[in-house]
């Protein structure tokens, strides 16, 4: 079983930073993971996700603002987030995978992100 701990979440003012960490156990290097969030009302929806090798990709809306990456010595997944803008805002979660072809089976409790303008 994969346990997942999000932290990291806060409130920041429109353009500056925060980096969430989602500390696993149970934990294996070549699992892909990813960051999604969700808002009160709408469907979450998957930000960043990282592969076995690295491989990342990201929503359109945070290209060049998030960067998603893992320190498997470490089991931690991170999302550095910069340049915030309010509807980043969101309830952020981290999940897992034993492959990447399949839909996520491991889920963090989440940490919360708000943004003001």
């Known amino acids: 079983q994969v346990n997942l701990v999000e932290s990291g979440g806060g409130s920041v003012q429109a353009g500056g930073s925060l980096t969430l960490s989602c500390k696993a156990s149970?934990?294996?290097?070549?699992?892909?993971m990813g960051w999604f969030r969700q808002t009160p009302g709408n469907e979450r929806e998957g930000v960043a996700h990282i592969e076995g090798n690295s491989k990342t990709t990201y929503i359109e809306s945070v290209k060049g603002r998030f960067t998603i990456s893992r320190d498997n010595a470490k089991a931690t997944l991170y999302l550095q987030m910069d340049n915030l803008k309010p509807e980043d805002a969101a309830m952020y979660y981290c999940?897992?995978?034993?492959?990447?072809?399949?839909?996520?089976?491991?889920w963090g409790q989440g940490t919360q992100v708000t943004v003001s303008s």
């Open positions: 999940a897992a995978k034993v492959l990447c072809r399949n839909e996520y089976q491991f």
């Open positions: 149970g934990y294996y290097s070549t699992f892909c």
